[in-house]
């Protein structure tokens, strides 16, 4: 199961999207001082996030999802 984030470098919007197996669980992103600069509790309904990164410094971000015991993570590059 991966954690997918497109478009990949990103400037003003991104969408994170879930593994079909995801259940409940937490959508979080990292700068890359490990400062969280935004999460939403995810549900198994909904795979598909919107992330509002136009605020955002350029710069390399942690993307993570969390459920119990389950950590994805993957890397997302913001250039403006």
Do not use: K, M
């Not at 509002?52 to 410094?57: E, K, R, V």
């Amino acid at each position: 199961p991966e954690l997918e984030v497109f478009p990949n470098p990103a400037a003003d919007h991104c969408t994170v999207q879930l593994p079909a197996h995801a259940d409940d669980g937490q959508l979080q992103v990292f700068d890359r001082f490990g400062r969280l600069v935004w999460q939403e509790t995810t549900s198994a309904e909904q795979l598909w996030f919107s992330l509002p990164c136009a605020d955002w410094q350029s710069g390399i971000y942690t993307v993570q999802w969390l459920n119990g015991n389950v950590r994805l993570q993957t890397r997302l590059i913001i250039s403006l």
